[in-house]
C-alpha cells in the first residue's frame, strides 16, 4: 500500500536519521530501490519527477508501487518530485498517490506560498503529504534548469513564516547543494541549517544529495535534515554498468542480461546512501 511521508519523516526526525528519496524510472529501478530497502529493513519514498510520470505512465509506477510494497509487506512513499502546477498535483493525487512535492521555488515568495497553500488545502483531504522549497537550487532536474547565479539559499526567518502560512508537512531548503553532481565539492551552509532548524519542529528536505561528500550529508542529518534526496548518482551508476556490459558483450541484445549490471552498480549506491541516512533497521 502507498502511504504519505508524513510519518516516515517525523519517525526519522525523533530518530535521528533521514529517511531517503530515491528518484525512479521505471520497473527495473523500482525493483532495485525497493528490494534493497526492504533487504535493510529501511523505510524508502520513491520520487518520480513530471518527466518521469509522463515517460512511464502515472497508472503503471502506481500499480507497480502498490504491487511492490505488497510484496514486500512493507509501506511505500511514491513521491512527487518537483511538480510545478496544482492541476497536475491534482490528478495524481487522485490516481493514488500520497505524497506531494510543488516546487514553486522560481515564484515570488507571496506567489510560492499561495500556491503551496492552494495545494495543501487539496492534499490534506486526501491524506497526501505535501513539500514545498523556499530558496532555490542551481543545476539541473529534468527540464528544470537553474543557473548558479539565480540560486537562492533559504532565509530562516522567511522559513518560518512561509510554514506558518501554508500548513506544509515539510521544507526542502538550499544550503548549497545542487541537482547533478558537482564540478567542485559544495560547501554547505551548515549554520544556515542549524538556525533553521532552531526556528521550526517541521522536518527539513535535502535535495541535491548526489555528489556531497557521505560526511556533509551525515552532518546534515546530525542538524535536522530529515529526507534526502538522491537520483543523479544511481543513473550514473545504472547507465556506466550497462555500457561497461555492452563494451564487452558487444553483441547482447536481451534485456533480461544487459540490464542486470545496471541494477546492481544501482543497488549499491541505494545501500551505501540507506547507510548514510542511518535508515537501515528503521522500518
Ligand atoms: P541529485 O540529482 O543531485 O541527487 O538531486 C536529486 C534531487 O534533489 C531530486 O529531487
Ligand atoms: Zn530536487
Ligand atoms: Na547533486
Known sequence: FLVSSREMLHKAQLGGYAVPAFNIHNLETVQVVVETAAEMRSPVILAGTPGTYSYAGTDYLVGICKEAAKRYEMPISLHLDHHESFSDIRQKVEAGIK???????????????????????FCHRWDCSVEAELGRLGGQEDDLIVDEKDALYTDPDAAVEFIRATGVDSLAIAIGTAHGMYKEVPRLDF?????????????????????????????????????????????????????????????????????????????????????????????
Open 191 to 283: 549554520d544556515r541549517l542549524g538556525i533553521i532548524r532552531s526556528k521550526t519542529d517541521t522536518p527539513l528536505v535535502l535535495h541535491g544529495a548526489s555528489g556531497v561528500p557521505d560526511a556533509d550529508v551525515r552532518r546534515c542529518i546530525e542538524l535536522g535534515i530529515t529526507k534526502v534526496n538522491v537520483a543523479t548518482e544511481l543513473k550514473i551508476a545504472f547507465s556506466d554498468a550497462v555500457k561497461q556490459y555492452f563494451i564487452e558483450n558487444p553483441k547482447a541484445n536481451d534485456p533480461r542480461h544487459y540490464i542486470i549490471p545496471g541494477k546492481n552498480a544501482m543497488k549499491q549506491v541505494v545501500l551505501d546512501k540507506i547507510r548514510v541516512c542511518g535508515s537501515e533497521g528503521k522500518l
Open 99 to 121: 505524497s506531494a512535492m510543488i516546487d514553486g521555488s522560481h515564484h515570488s515568495f507571496e506567489e510560492n506560498i499561495a500556491l503551496t497553500r492552494q495545494v495543501v488545502e
